[in-house]
């Protein structure tokens, strides 16, 4: 989120700790929530059945930025890496993770959400990366879902799918859209990418969030 001061300080630091790893991240200049209407207006989107109050202006935003990166993905026929701003690689990838999957892959597969993952997502560090079907504990509009889409593999074939269910239903809040319903979610088992470790302090994941928090975007 370019004049987003916080935003422009996790991505930087985020994209150096991709470079740690080989991963050369180009910067997308994220959608600020206050213009939703022209870009809705602009792509032709509906938002779909969601209880007022629910979309604050950050979910707004987090979810053109993802819609956009998706068209591009279709228009370029090849797989996307996508980190939002906080998107904090631990591990290197695979180098045969796109034959593991033919949507989606989320590379990190715990609930940023859970007391401890601060801690836990640093466990077995060396482990084997092992690609698996996401176990899904919660269920809206489009299916079933997992928290978090701050780093996440999409193939064309995946962001087809999305922007075809979404044609015909509208949109909803990023994370809930991603689902089950829509198409095919696995996730990487021990995590790759994780939220930015300045999110795990205190309830800074609540308080810092651009999405939760309407008067970020």
Same mark, same amino acid.
């Given at each position: 989120?370019?004049?987003?001061? /916080?935003?422009?300080?996790?991505? *930087?630091?985020?994209?150096?700790?991709?470079? $740690?790893? $080989?991963?050369?991240?180009?910067?997308?200049?994220?959608?600020?929530?206050?213009?939703?209407?022209?870009?809705?207006? $602009?792509?032709?989107? $509906?938002?779909?059945?969601? !209880?007022?109050?629910?979309?604050?202006?950050?979910?707004?935003?987090?979810?053109?930025?993802?819609?956009?990166?998706?068209?591009?993905?279709?228009?370029?026929?090849?797989?996307? /890496?996508?980190?939002?701003?906080?998107?904090?690689?631990?591990?290197?990838?695979?180098?045969?993770?796109?034959?593991?999957?033919?949507?989606?892959? !989320? /590379?990190?597969?715990?609930?940023?959400? *859970?007391?401890?993952?601060?801690?836990?997502?640093?466990?077995?560090?060396?482990?084997?990366?092992?690609?698996?079907?996401?176990?899904?504990?919660?269920? !809206?509009?489009?299916?079933?879902?997992?928290?978090?889409?701050? *780093?996440?593999?999409?193939?064309?074939?995946?962001?087809?799918?999305?922007?075809?269910?979404?044609?015909?239903?509208?949109?909803?809040?990023?994370?809930?859209?991603? *689902?089950?319903?829509?198409?095919?979610?696995?996730?990487?088992?021990?995590?790759?990418?994780?939220?930015?470790?300045?999110?795990?302090?205190?309830?800074?994941?609540?308080?810092?969030?651009?999405?939760?928090?309407?008067?970020?975007?």
């Amino acid at each position: 989120m370019i004049g987003h001061p /916080l935003s422009e300080q996790l991505s *930087a630091e985020c994209v150096a700790q991709a470079k $740690k790893f $080989k991963i050369d991240v180009a910067v997308f200049e994220a959608i600020w929530g206050k213009d939703h209407e022209y870009h809705m207006a $602009k792509l032709g989107l $509906k938002l779909g059945r969601v !209880k007022p109050g629910k979309m604050s202006l950050g979910h707004y935003g987090n979810f053109l930025s993802h819609y956009y990166l998706w068209l591009q993905c279709i228009d370029s026929n090849e797989p996307y /890496l996508i980190l939002e701003h906080d998107g904090y690689f631990i591990r290197k990838l695979p180098k045969n993770i796109l034959d593991q999957f033919d949507d989606l892959c !989320k /590379l990190d597969s715990l609930n940023p959400y *859970a007391a401890g993952y601060g801690t836990e997502v640093q466990k077995n560090i060396e482990e084997p990366i092992v690609v698996n079907t996401i176990d899904f504990t919660k269920r !809206k509009k489009a299916g079933y879902y997992s928290w978090g889409v701050y *780093a996440y593999i999409i193939k064309p074939a995946g962001a087809k799918k999305l922007v075809k269910w979404i044609s015909e239903h509208g949109f909803i809040a990023t994370d809930n859209q991603v *689902a089950s319903d829509v198409l095919e979610v696995k996730t990487c088992t021990p995590t790759i990418a994780r939220l930015h470790p300045i999110m795990g302090v205190d309830k800074n994941i609540y308080t810092l969030s651009t999405s939760r928090n309407s008067n970020e975007q």
